[in-house]
């Protein structure tokens, strides 16, 4: 079992800054990749940003040059830190780990809690 737990979440204005932070509960080296996910009222969750063990990363286009993800391998930590923030970046924002492969980010059944996130205009 993978115990996840986020951090960081809350609400701000557009154009503020949040960071966000996962740290899993053991090593994950059955796993080669953390991510964040988003999923807001009425949507189907989302893939934000994954990173994986060697600093390989991947972003939705909607985020590109405003979220950085992040990851401390030896601490088993990822972060999100979220620039330039826009109302419809609103959601609950969910750590994941798994697997990243030619691009793509496979997750697995481990999920954090969620924090939310909120962008007023």
């Known amino acids: 079992q993978v115990q996840l737990v986020e951090s960081g979440g809350g609400s701000v204005t557009a154009g503020g800054s949040l960071r966000l932070s996962c740290a899993a509960s053991?090593?994950?080296?059955?796993?080669?990749?953390m991510a964040w996910y988003r999923q807001a009222p009425g949507k189907q969750r989302e893939l934000v940003a994954a990173?994986?063990?060697?600093?390989?990363?991947v972003y939705v286009d909607s985020v590109k040059g405003r979220f950085t993800i992040s990851r401390e391998n030896a601490k088993n930590t990822v972060s999100l830190q979220m620039n330039s923030l826009k109302p419809e970046d609103t959601a609950v924002y969910y750590c994941?780990?798994?697997?990243?492969?030619?691009?793509?980010?496979?997750?697995?059944?481990?999920w954090g809690q969620g924090t939310q996130v909120t962008v007023s205009s």
């Open positions: 994941n780990v798994g697997t990243y492969n030619k691009r793509n980010y496979y997750p697995s059944n481990y």
């Open positions: 990173v994986s063990s060697d600093g390989s990363t």
């Open positions: 053991r090593n994950i080296f059955s796993f080669n990749a």
